[in-house]
């Protein structure tokens, strides 16, 4: 099956799964390249992929390297890692948006690359979903992180970004959607810039069409698009 047979599939599932709870919301999909290789982020750009999901600041610097610069004028660059403080300036320069602020700390750490760079930055907060070893605001921090972000000089709070354990039954992530979808709700609530307030990134290969259900307007496909990764030391 080849890349442009996948991403049309992705793409009737998604709208069947917006047709049986009758939304009409824009889903985008973002291409998750973790351990992918640019030939595969090229492929993926000219079928239609603009947003591109990075998890290592590294490893995104080697990818842009590699790739067309037609094909790095078409996307949105997006951070869905745990980002480091000591790479947060490097991923201020290179990413259009940050989408895993993790604590007040990280927000002032890339606000003052902001500033003296002379820059403005689309961020998302990533919401902890209750397991300890992941990363991710907790819940009971999210409005605090939410108004950090709002007081900033230069940061945009387009969305939040959450993980549900890992389920071989996807009907079984389905209360962490439903849960995140509430989240997002709350926080739009009291966002002094609704309409930018738009990403509530949820769903990858195993369980998008449930986050779908659930209110998802962004999901992270990787094995699903390109296939399963490389083991880690494979060259």
Do not use: W
Not at 176 to 200: A, V
């Amino acid at each position: 099956m080849d890349l442009l047979v996948r991403i049309r599939e992705i793409e009737e599932r998604i709208e069947k799964a917006k047709s049986r709870c009758l939304l009409n919301n824009d889903v985008v999909i973002m291409a998750a390249v973790k351990q992918r290789t640019p030939s595969e982020i090229e492929e993926a750009i000219r079928e239609g992929i603009h947003f591109i999901g990075e998890n290592r600041v590294q490893e995104a610097i080697s990818h842009l390297s590699s790739i067309s610069k037609e094909s790095k004028e078409k996307i949105n660059y997006h951070f869905i890692g745990n980002l480091q403080k000591n790479k947060a300036k490097k991923a201020v320069e290179i990413f259009d948006s940050i989408d895993s602020i993790d604590s007040i700390e990280l927000i002032e750490v890339i606000d003052n690359f902001c500033t003296k760079g002379n820059l403005k930055k689309d961020v998302m907060i990533e919401v902890n979903m209750g397991e300890e070893q992941k990363g991710g605001v907790k819940v009971e921090n999210l409005k605090e992180v939410a108004e950090k972000i709002f007081s900033s000089k230069n940061l945009n709070l387009t969305g939040i970004m959450g993980v549900p354990p890992f389920f071989e039954e996807p009907e079984k992530s389905r209360p962490f959607f439903k849960k995140l979808y509430k989240l997002f709700k709350e926080i739009e609530e009291s966002h002094p810039d609704k309409e930018n307030f738009k990403y509530l990134s949820m769903g990858m290969s195993n369980d998008f069409e449930v986050a779908v259900e659930e209110g998802s307007t962004m999901v992270r496909i990787g094995t699903f698009l390109f296939g399963p990764r490389r083991r880690e030391n494979e060259s």
